[in-house]
């Protein structure tokens, strides 16, 4: 089996106080940049180092922390904002440069929890890869 992971995080693991509206705010954000997001028979969700799954009684608080999706384009920071707020996200920031650095060009949003997620395009780039593969060995 290959896996195509990231380059710099293992995982990311959020807690939801309410998977369905969590599901539905993620595939709608991550569609629009071309990331699938799968759930298991149990209904945690993944795409490549995020793992969502249900808040458990003995788990505490939902998250709450900043995600960064690298999207292709200005375009597809747009689509990732009206997406995500069609889909129950909140505005935290409209499509726009960013004084970060020159080229920056970033939307944010809350998700359902209040983690504040981030759709941004850097400008024009040449990756080396576009992501890490890793072979287990398995079928």
């Not at 004084?99 to 060009?105: E, I, K």
């Not at 997620?117 to 080396?128: D, L, M």
Request: charge should be negative; aromatic fraction near 8%.
């Amino acid at each position: 089996m290959k896996l195509h992971q990231g380059r710099l995080i293992d995982h990311i693991h959020l807690r939801a106080r309410d998977l369905p509206a969590t599901a539905t705010f993620y595939r709608a954000v991550l569609g629009v940049l071309g990331i699938p997001l799968l759930a298991d028979e149990e209904g945690h969700l993944a795409c490549d180092e995020l793992w969502i799954d249900a808040l458990g009684e003995e788990s505490g608080a939902a998250t709450h922390v900043h995600l960064a999706f690298q999207a292709k384009d200005r375009e597809a920071v747009r689509l990732f904002h009206q997406a995500g707020l069609a889909a129950g996200g909140r505005d935290n920031g409209a499509p726009g440069e960013r004084s970060y650095h020159p080229g920056y060009y970033a939307a944010f949003l809350l998700d359902p929890d209040g983690n504040n997620i981030e759709a941004v395009f850097h400008g024009p780039a040449r990756r080396s890869a576009s992501s890490v593969v890793i072979d287990t060995g398995e079928a």
